[in-house]
């Protein structure tokens, strides 16, 4: 049998080793402050853009792709 500093100090440790699930910021439930139909508009533009635009250069721009430079 370990003495009681022992099995203090292994409890310890073992609680440190395998700690629990982080805590998580989640809340159910209707939103705090309701969302305007400006913001999800924007918002929605904001994502379109970021997606679509990168893509849409790239195609805009394939025939400067294909062209070799010799």
Known sequence: MLPPAALLARSVLRAAARPGP????????PALSPVSTADTVLGLAAVFVSIFGPAAWV?????????REE
């Open 22 to 29: 982080a805590p998580r910021g989640l809340r159910s439930g």
């Open 59 to 67: 195609l805009g721009h394939i025939q400067d792709y294909r062209k």
